[in-house]
């Protein structure tokens, strides 16, 4: 089965540069969340999507940004990076929230600040 | 605002010996509850899930969970671990909000199976 794709798996950047990361959900599914998870820790949610709108939001800086886009897929722009923001980031998605909720979780993106 | 606690940072389990892994939750009504399970530099596995109806659920990899409400518990169990279970395992609260919410994680129990 499809699952969700994420790139790139790997990213080094150095501080106070610019990211993107890209979500890809399964197909027919119209909301994407993402998380952020630090060295040995728990996954803590950024923001979620919803058919192209921002429904929920979490813990994420103001230096973060997101959007879905008319075919689902989903970016995070990350500016001014530092040295904390190394993580490993997290793209799930999930249909007709409220109902069917499970949220199934990309493969990840490693970020790495130096 | 949601929250869980497992209250075990680390479990060590002989393999083919039974499992149970702890998970206590806080929210104001009955929430979605899920359990996850992760190996290192890995996504996020869904293993099971409680919604509504039936507190015992079963799950995927042999894997079951009790809901109960009134120790507001929803704890993981196996009846015989395999060495390929090692892992690190999250319990996970959503609200019931009808919206896009994010999941809160517990903390995260790192199971270690010793031959």
């Known amino acids: 089965a499809a699952g969700v794709i994420q790139s790139p798996r790997h990213l080094i950047k150095e501080k106070r540069e610019t990211a993107t990361l890209k979500c890809y959900p399964i197909p027919r599914h119209d909301t994407v969340y993402w998380y952020q998870q630090g060295p040995g820790q728990d996954p803590q949610f950024l923001i979620s999507?919803?058919?192209?709108?921002?429904?929920d939001k979490g813990s994420i800086p103001d230096r973060f940004s997101a959007q879905q886009f008319s075919d689902y897929h989903s970016e995070l722009n990350m500016s001014s990076l530092e040295l904390g923001d190394s993580a490993l980031y997290f793209c799930?998605?999930?249909?007709?929230?409220?109902?069917?909720?499970?949220?199934?979780f990309g493969p990840g993106t490693r970020l790495t600040v130096t | 605002a949601q929250s869980v606690t497992q209250p075990d940072i680390h479990i060590t389990v002989s393999e083919g010996a039974s499992l149970e892994l702890r998970c206590n939750y806080s929210y104001g009504a009955t929430p979605y509850l899920f359990w996850y399970v992760q190996s290192p530099g890995q996504g996020l596995q869904l293993l099971l899930k409680y919604f509504s109806g039936d507190t015992l659920v079963q799950g995927i990899k042999g894997f079951e969970a009790e809901f109960k409400r009134s120790q507001s518990s929803f704890n993981l169990r196996k009846p015989s671990v395999h060495w390929s279970d090692a892992a690190e395992y999250f319990c996970a609260v959503g609200a019931r909000g009808g919206g896009a919410d994010g999941l809160t994680f517990g903390k995260g129990t790192h199971l270690i199976i010793q031959p």
């Open positions: 999507f919803y058919e192209k709108m921002q429904s």
């Open positions: 799930a998605s999930s249909s007709r929230p409220g109902q069917t909720y499970e949220q199934y």
